[in-house]
């Protein structure tokens, strides 16, 4: 009889499996290193040389598909394949839960049988995985070491590896533990997987684990055990778990027509690459054309002198960044003496100090250190370590950096690791700062794991892409998306040159559409400089130029701009001796630190202690003085703070005897609770608030979350009504309002879609809510009578009145006319208060909800605590006039934006800060408007971007950058 | 405080006489309708194009002009407009952009300000129209007359039936072709219709057009329908969705894609629910249901005429996609395409087609809701209910996509 043969084509390996008869005879997992026709073709050879004889064959797999067509071998959906094997070999399952290299998926085997994968945007799991260790320096095996001696773990966003990447960082730049890290990447894949996949579907009763990562991370089936409460029986992980879709795809393969396994052979290897992907043109035709290419750019290196003879003075500039950690020393007639680049390794306060004290043994006592400066995200650490003169906001260093190359620039942009950075330059200043979002960070340090994923080094890899011929076309978004393109580039038959130039030209496309979101190229400027490390790659570099049509300068210390730009820094402005740590002091140098959670308030923020050997102390992770132990900067300057305790005030707090209401404080209701609040207490309801925001909140109710991309502040809801089901009220009330309150100010006044409808997205997904216990209904505020009547309807078994229906909205109204008239006094006073004190003022300025301290995660605490006041969109919009846009202005929220930031440009020391949560899709809209109305008035714009991310280090960078730039400003009036 | 400060731009508005001056260009969504309402407009003495540029460049060119995070759709029909006037092929001076308003609560209706802000630093003469009911744009709306407005719905409402019937004759005809040569012969009747007057006959029409695709014949076998529900624009357009009705015949399916006309009564009807929701205008309401009660009377009727002849599944009856909606959620829900996705799913549900393709576009905030947000309570509904989400967006691979649908076609067979 024929053999059954299963090949199971993943994103990262191959797996085969031969079944002959009822036996597994031959299993196999190898990486393919994205050369998938030849990995195939050479465990087939092998399996013939084996077991030569006749085979029925199924492919399966998500690579195996375009194989599959284009060699006409049967093919079976992955997760099918799994479902085959499960039911022959382990029947007993209930659920199945398989992470692969890019996919996850779960199988419900009982009670309805159902089969998911994670949607495109849900970031891979083994890939994930893989990423996040080459992020911390050690091999997967190592970090599933560290993970089993854990002792705690940190929340890290799970829903996508770039945002989990930005939460890695600085906890890694913070010093925190990598076993830590380690356990609490494994928990942030299991969170996705429950949340994303099984949405609403309780993960329960006997539970496989397939797939590689499953089967080779102890750690990671430990975190999905504790996760799910599994005891140690319904935990079932498979000896077969990496192959287990082969073997299903071989038990396929019994409907296939058996042939020689060579004609298999033959088959595979005829199959041509396909013509669908998409290619662009070679970045250089010729040799000679790169190599007039490296010449013109050799042309703007600085000098070196040697550091063996050289005598006198010298600047010390440190970038501590995201990934990297570079030190550079300057010399007055800035040539320079000695530089260091280095990865993190998840150290960067090690490498400074060893670094630093080379540095000064190779002086001898003839190099004397007469200033200091550091920049970038570690700027604090460093700073209060090594006791530098100045700590300066990393775009003030890389201005000064690129001024020193063309005093004529007018337009920067900078690749690193993680960011983006971009700023023009008008008038001998920054006048606006592009970074790029959350979501398509991640640029340059994406190359790099990807090279080494092909198992190469960046300098090859990059080298690769130079003489391209077809370089792919791979989209512009976030790497996640990148990745699957590059995965389908590779199952198309495109090589690593072509996938390596694709790559850069994508980096580029990515900053420039993406980032500075320019329209045609010209936009960015005439004097071009370009730095970073990503830059360094001739290849991005080329890119570049090409895209952008012009040669552009490229510094030969491009990696090193921000170092060399904070050097320049303390040259410029040290006054007398530098405070700089001595070599002494450095031999001595030892530091512990310490973790532990601050309950200072709700933010429960994790605070690490960094304890120096002479007594000093750092503290980091903080979001507020309290956290450092400082006395808090007083909340009389921020709005945020005001309404946060006011707003709880409209419940009078009545004992209540009707019973007892339960009103969700998120979304709509963060504008809307007074009005409730006054319409339940005035009908003799209690009102109980749900829970206060908080992460473990969210997970609370994530298994209910049934749209992963949806906001933050939707995606909260859900543990808002678990916390009020758990609370035993009697009924939970959520209107539906497609409208919002008219306020006159707009053509529309409708509600985002999501704040009109949630209730019934909660209610659909939710098993414990049902028409008895959530009242939802569809009102319209401005059209009294009909939402007496409904209301009226709604509460029939009441017994209620019209009359006393009536009487209670007015008490509601006139609550929320209260509440706002408090909050707009509110803001009279802090906007004189801070005018007399010669105070910048910010508007931060977002929608009601944003007050939720979980959802801006302090943003207002961190600008009081830079010395600025705080107000709110909806606490001065009306100071405003109308104002006519361009857009359709149809949303109550929205409009009150415009007016906000009108409002801001009417005053010298009012600036605005536009809060976005992410995912918001009506927000595109708003934001370019907003900025065209603060660019219209010669203002600048800043815009940030919050998720359930909770890495106030970028946002901190953001504001600086802003304040310098304001600063800037003022100076040059 | 009644000053106003006035942020616009300026920008060429649309007038009447330009109808004589300019040609207008119209993004493509359903390509048979579209010719069909292209002849119909041309008879007006309108100088129109529907676009049929769908090359890589069309995607491009829509990145680079518009916000990263607005929805696909919007980023197609960008791109489509660049891509067509840096083609060369139009006098820039004398052409104009068309395009859809509903006034909804999504972001659909800022396609047109959005529009606007991408052609203005490299078209700024090109004024862009845009066709309402809901007295937006009045310096640049298109005039749709009562019977200009007759036409257009009969032009959607044979377009319906000829899409509907290819569907189902496409998967199974004998000679390779043959379906596609019926759609053609059924566009040139109707246009033929309107050029030498009898359009109105509808019934007469319908009966001809599924007399010309019940004459192909057919192979008798069984595949596995699936319905395609969702975003009107990725629902509906090949460029918007990677082809995915190809796709679905080439997995020998037969794709089962809901009429166009049930989007326009969607849209009617959510008026006359507002009345009796929120009590809002009351004459408004009345006129809008006059309206719909004669396009629903029209689609009752072209139901019995498929019923008749009895080859083809007739189209949905509106009232039952409603009835179809109020099991699942409110009719409240009226942002974007809201109830009418579940309504859309329960009905295929209920007539034979549990296996669906909800298409939305990546990160749309109506779909949320009415989409994912529903399918819990459809699959509680139906027990058979087989329904896979797929995001479109530009840089959405097709294999990922492709293979989630595959995914959901494994688990149709398996239930089948």
Not at chain 1, 45 to 51: H, S
Not at chain 1, 64 to 93: C, D, H, M, W
Not at chain 1, 109 to 117: D, I, K, S
């Amino acid at each position: 009889m024929s053999k059954l043969l299963g090949i199971d084509v993943g994103s990262t390996t191959v797996k085969a499996a031969v079944i002959d008869g009822e036996n597994i005879i031959y299993s196999s997992y190898v990486r393919h290193f994205s050369r998938v026709k030849e990995t195939v073709l050479a465990e087939l050879e092998k399996i013939g040389k084996q077991f030569p004889g006749e085979y029925s064959v199924a492919i399966t797999g998500s690579a195996g598909l375009g194989l599959s067509q284009r060699s006409n071998v049967a093919f079976v959906q992955e997760v099918q394949a799994a479902f085959i094997a499960i039911r022959k070999y382990y029947p007993q399952t209930d659920v199945a839960v398989e992470l692969g290299g890019e996919d996850a998926k779960i199988i419900f085997v009982t009670g309805g049988t159902e089969q998911r994968m994670n949607g495109s945007c849900a970031g891979g799991t083994g890939a994930f995985i893989d990423q996040m260790a080459t992020l911390l320096n050690i091999t997967v095996e190592e970090m599933d070491k560290l993970a089993l001696r854990a002792e705690k773990t940190y929340p890290i966003a799970s829903r996508c590896g770039v945002f989990a990447k930005s939460d890695i960082q600085p906890l890694l730049n913070q010093g925190a533990k990598k076993e830590d890290i380690s356990a609490s990447i494994f928990q942030a894949v299991v969170d996705q997987t429950v949340s994303g996949l099984a949405q609403g579907r309780k993960i329960k009763g006997r539970v496989l684990f397939l797939g590689g990562p499953l089967y080779f991370l102890k750690g990671l089936r430990k975190a999905f055990k504790t996760t799910l409460k599994l005891a140690d029986g319904d935990a079932i992980f498979p000896d077969n778990a990496p192959c287990f879709m082969s073997i299903g795809a071989a038990l396929y393969a019994k409907n296939v027509e058996a042939e020689d396994l060579k004609s298999v052979i033959a088959k595979i290897s005829a199959a041509k690459g396909s013509d669908d992907i998409v290619t662009g043109k070679p970045l250089f035709e010729s040799k000679e054309e790169y190599a007039a290419f490296v010449k013109r750019h050799r042309a703007t290196d600085l000098q070196f002198t040697d550091i063996a003879t050289y005598a006198g003075d010298c600047y010390i500039g440190i970038d501590s960044g995201s990934t990297t950690t570079k030190l550079i020393a300057v010399t007055p007639d800035f040539k320079i003496l000695w530089s260091h680049y280095q990865s993190n390794n998840g150290q960067p306060l090690d490498i400074v100090i060893n670094k630093l004290k080379e540095f000064i043994k190779l002086g001898c006592g003839r190099v004397k250190i007469a200033g200091s400066a550091v920049t970038g995200y570690g700027e604090d650490l460093i700073k209060s370590a090594i006791k530098a003169d100045f700590g300066i906001v990393e775009t003030v260093a890389h201005f000064k950096a690129a001024l020193h190359f063309n005093p004529k620039v007018d337009f920067i942009i900078d690749i690193g690791g993680q960011d983006i950075k971009c700023f023009k330059i008008k008038h001998g200043a920054i006048d606006s700062i592009m970074l790029n979002e959350a979501c398509s960070s991640g640029c340059g340090s994406f190359i790099q794991t990807f090279a080494r994923a092909m198992g190469m080094e960046i300098d090859k890899f990059s080298q690769e892409g130079l003489y391209a011929r077809h370089p792919v076309e791979l989209g512009s978004r976030c790497t996640v998306f990148m990745n699957s393109a590059v995965k389908q580039a590779q199952k198309e038959g495109a090589g690593v040159d072509d996938i390596s130039a694709g790559l850069s030209s994508s980096i580029v496309k990515n900053a420039i559409y993406k980032v500075i979101r320019a329209s045609s190229a010209d936009e960015l400027g005439q004097n071009i400089v370009v730095q970073g490390g990503t830059f360094l790659n001739d290849a991005v570099l080329r890119s570049f130029e090409i895209e952008t049509g012009k040669n552009v300068i490229r510094p030969g210390i491009a990696g090193l701009m921000g170092a060399f730009g904070a050097a320049l820094y303390a040259m410029e402005n040290i006054r007398g001796e530098s405070s700089t740590i001595s070599l002494e002091e450095l031999e001595s140098f030892t530091y512990s630190s310490q973790s532990a959670n601050c309950h200072g308030c709700t933010s429960n923020c994790n605070v690490n202690f960094i304890r120096f050997n002479d007594g000093r102390k750092y503290v980091s992770g903080n979001k507020c003085e309290r956290g450092a132990g400082l006395k808090p900067v007083s909340a009389e300057y921020d709005i945020y703070s005001y309404k946060q305790g006011r707003l709880p005030e409209s419940i009078h707090g009545n004992p209540g005897k009707m019973g007892r209401v339960g009103l969700p404080l998120q979304l709509g209701m963060y504008e809307q609770l007074p009005l409730w609040a006054g319409f339940f207490e005035s009908l003799g309801f209690q009102v109980v608030l749900s829970e206060k925001s908080s992460r473990s909140l969210y997970f609370k109710g994530q298994h209910t979350v049934a749209s992963d991309t949806a906001c933050y502040p939707a995606k909260l809801m859900h543990g808002h009504i678990e916390s009020l089901l758990d609370e035993g009220v009697d009924f939970i009330f959520m209107p539906c309002e497609s409208y919002n309150i008219d306020e006159h100010c707009s053509t529309n006044h409708y509600n985002c879609p999501v704040v009109a409808y949630y209730p019934e997205l909660l209610k659909a997904n939710n098993e414990r809510l049902n028409d008895g216990n959530f009242i939802m209904p569809y009102i319209d505020l401005n059209m009294e009578k009909s939402t007496v009547a409904k209301l009226h309807a709604v509460f029939k078994k009441y017994h209620f009145t019209k009359k006393q229906i009536k009487n209670a909205l007015k008490e509601g109204f006139e609550r929320l006319e209260s509440y706002h008239a408090d909050v707009k006094e509110k803001a009279d006073e802090i906007l004189w208060k801070a005018t007399e004190a010669g105070k910048q003022i910010i508007v931060l300025a977002g929608r009601p909800y944003h007050l939720d301290p979980e959802i801006n995660h302090g943003i207002n605490k961190l600008l009081t605590s830079l010395n600025l006041a705080v107000l709110s969109e909806d606490s001065i919009y009306e100071k405003s006039e109308i104002v006519k846009v361009n857009v359709l202005n149809q949303w109550t929220y929205h409009a009150r934006l415009y007016r906000a930031a009108n409002f801001a440009c009417s005053r010298s020391n009012v600036n605005l800060v536009q809060l976005v949560s992410f995912g918001c899709g009506l927000d595109a809209i708003t934001t370019d408007e907003v900025r065209s109305i603060m660019e219209k008035n010669g203002k600048l714009y800043t815009q940030i971007k919050i998720d359930e991310i909770n890495n106030l280090g970028v946002v901190k960078i953001r504001l600086r950058s802003m304040l310098a730039a304001i600063e800037e400003a003022e100076k040059h009036k | 405080m009644e000053e106003i400060r006035d942020y616009t731009n300026d920008y060429p508005k649309w007038d009447k006489s330009m109808k004589q001056t300019h040609k207008i260009l119209v993004p493509d969504m359903l390509p048979w309708h579209f010719l069909i309402i292209q002849e119909v407009l041309r008879l007006e003495g309108y100088d129109i194009e529907v676009l049929k540029n769908e090359n890589r460049t069309v995607i491009d060119e829509g990145l680079k002009h518009v916000h990263n995070d607005t929805c696909y759709p919007c980023l197609c029909v960008v791109g489509q407009y660049i891509d067509a006037l840096k083609s060369g092929k139009y006098d820039l001076e004398h052409t104009a952009l068309m395009i859809t308003q509903t006034g909804g609560g999504c972001r659909a209706s800022n396609y047109m300000p959005l529009i606007r802000k991408a052609i203005k630093a490299e078209f700024p003469q090109v004024p862009v129209v845009s066709v309402n009911f809901s007295g937006l744009e009045k310096d640049s709306s298109f005039e749709i007359g009562a019977k200009l407005f007759i036409k257009l719905a009969y032009s959607i409402i044979y377009g319906d039936s000829i899409m509907w019937c290819y569907n189902q004759t496409k998967p199974y005809e004998v000679e390779a072709g043959a379906a596609d040569s019926a759609r053609d012969m059924a566009v040139n009747y109707v246009v033929d219709k309107f050029k030498r007057g009898g359009y109105a006959k509808y019934k007469k029409i319908n009966r001809h057009i599924i007399s010309l695709f019940a004459k192909v014949e057919r192979r008798q076998e069984q595949k596995v329908k699936v319905g395609v529900v969702g975003e009107i624009y990725v629902k509906y357009s090949r460029l918007g969705n990677n082809n995915l009705e190809k796709f679905l015949l080439s997995e020998n399916c037969e794709p089962v894609v809901p009429a166009l006309l049930d989007f326009v009564l969607y849209c009617i009807v959510n008026v006359v629910n507002d009345g009796k929701l929120y009590g809002h205008s009351k004459s408004k309401a009345f006129i809008y249901n006059l309206v719909y009660k004669l396009l629903h009377r029209m689609q009752k009727n072209i139901i019995k005429e498929f019923i008749k002849e009895g080859t083809f599944m007739p189209v949905h009856d509106f009232e039952h996609l409603r009835r179809c909606a109020d099991k699942v959620l409110n009719q409240g829900v009226k942002m974007g395409e809201g109830w009418l996705i579940p309504a859309e799913m329960a009905a295929l549900a209920e007539t034979g087609v549990p296996n669906i393709v909800c298409t939305q576009p990546f990160g749309c905030l109506p779909n949320h809701i009415a989409g994912k947000g529903s399918i819990r309570t459809l699959k509680e509904l139906y027990k058979n209910e087989n329904i896979v989400a797929v995001d479109y967006d530009p840089s959405a691979t097709k294999v990922n996509q492709e293979n989630r649908i595959k995914l959901m076609l494994a688990t149709a067979r398996e239930n089948n």
